[in-house]
């Protein structure tokens, strides 16, 4: 490409519509010219050959991708990345760190998930002549775009009217052993952590229509033991049954464990993709939770891949009412920064789409309770242990209990040791689960 026709593929922002187009930032590493190198991202995510052979026309006007804003970070002396060995460029020169911010016509894909990443993360963008390394660090979408999308259809404000939970985070829990148990004793550790005070018992992302737990017999003993649950305790209870298939399999699936007694319904959403959950999002009659298997292997380089934050933006605009994600602490090896950023893709104004509930977790029990409240800073989020509940000495019950205990002692602006002198379940959940100092 010629330093000419590159500047085809520049825009300046008072002479652009923004709701015509979505906005996308990258930060990249490239050879030469840093502005060739980003009309060439442009180019390939866009029109790539923008007229015929020997015809006088130009299909940018309409179609291409352009720049709106470009910076040069820094300038090294390789890519941060290596490069197979075929593929490792010689004598290319210093290396250019750069962030753009990109406008592309949606016109160009529609209202079409699968045909939005084709071109945002596709061929067109990690396969760029002189570009090694490239992340796509966030996504902006138009409410001219957002409008055509049903997005959430309980949320936030949904979920906690289906549970009657308000004023504090939602307690789920993940039935431990996560995929070794059958349909019944399975169920009656869901059962003793309702009545110690979890909102919600769910399936293992695991577990899902295995031969020795099957959804059909699971979901049918977790649906009475939901509904014995709530006799008991006299508040709603929730049981997450996860459904995570082939496409073909969904809506069927769904229409199974909801029949059952499963009052929320959980799927693997970049397994089974995106299209598909905004398929299941329009058939659904329960709430959708997403869980997040494939988000490390997109997200986890710093320099190459896709920030999860915008993996979150389009599960939330497929339809997903809470999203799982890898929450605070070292087990996760999420930065903390990046945590928050994925809460508030899940909150934030979205136009017409409503809030999901972000669930931030990975190895929580009650003592880091106060950890992730602090840190979000607000009371919407999903709370979700798996050992810190059915891994606890005394039982499921206590082990839910002390959940309660310590969110008790939190808005009592008591410590957790002192809370935890009269609180038995909390004192044992301390002893066994607290990180000693060496």
């Known amino acids: 490409m010629t330093p000419t026709d590159s500047e085809g593929f520049f825009l300046n922002r008072a002479d652009y519509d923004p709701a015509s187009a979505i906005e996308l930032d990258y930060r990249f590493e490239c050879y030469g010219d840093p502005r060739i190198a980003a009309a060439h991202l442009c180019s390939e995510q866009s029109t790539a050959q923008w007229h015929r052979v020997g015809i006088d026309e130009d299909f940018r006007a309409r179609f291409a991708a352009k720049v709106l804003e470009l910076r040069v970070e820094r300038r090294q002396s390789a890519p941060s990345l290596t490069l197979g060995a075929s593929a490792q460029p010689q004598g290319r020169g210093e290396v250019c760190v750069c962030t753009v911010t990109i406008a592309h016509p949606h016109g ?17 963008v990690f396969f760029v002549p002189g570009i090694p390394v490239i992340k796509l660090m966030d996504i902006r979408l138009p409410p001219s775009f957002l409008a055509e999308f049903t997005g959430p259809r309980f949320g936030v404000a949904g979920i906690r009217d289906l549970l009657g939970v308000h004023g504090r985070p939602i307690f789920f829990g993940v039935i431990k052993p996560n995929i070794g148990l059958p349909p019944e004793p399975f169920a009656e550790l869901g059962y003793q952590g309702w009545l110690g005070g979890l909102d919600v018992a769910k399936d293992d992302e695991m577990l899902a229509d295995a031969p020795w737990c099957p959804l059909a017999e ?24 996860n ?12 229409d199974l464990a909801v029949a059952n007694g499963a009052n929320l319904l959980m799927v693997n959403a970049m397994p089974v993709g995106l299209s598909a959950v905004r398929m299941l999002s329009r058939h659904t009659r329960v709430p959708l939770v997403g869980h997040f298997p494939m ?15 915008v993996i979150y933006k389009l599960q939330r605009l497929a339809g997903l009412d809470a999203i799982v994600m890898p929450g605070f602490g070292a087990r996760m090896g999420m930065d903390e920064s990046e945590v928050l950023d994925g809460v508030a893709a899940c909150l934030a104004p979205m136009g017409g789409i409503a809030p999901s509930l972000p669930i931030p977790g990975g190895s929580d029990w009650a003592g880091t309770l106060d950890g992730v ?7 919407d989020f999903g709370f979700i242990p798996g050992r810190g509940v059915f891994g606890h000495p005394q039982g499921p019950t ?17 410590s957790i040791e002192q809370h935890a002198l009269d609180h038995p379940a909390l004192r044992a959940a301390i002893d066994t689960f607290e990180v000693k100092a060496d």
């Open 218 to 241: 699971r979901s049918a003993l977790l649906g009475q033991a939901r509904r014995r649950a709530e006799e008991a305790t006299g508040v709603t209870k929730g049981y997450l049954a």
């Open 108 to 124: 160009n894909f529609g209202p079409r998930i699968p045909n939005l990443l084709s071109a945002v993360v596709g061929e067109g």
């Open 398 to 414: 206590a082990g839910a209990a002390s959940l309660r205990q310590a969110w008790d002692g939190i808005v009592q602006g008591i």
């Open 243 to 254: 459904i995570t298939d082939e496409v073909d399999r969904l809506c069927d699936l769904h």
């Open 373 to 379: 409240y602090r840190r979000v800073g607000h009371v």
């Open 295 to 309: 988000i490390a292997p997109c997200s986890r380089s710093p320099v190459y891949g896709i920030h999860s934050k």
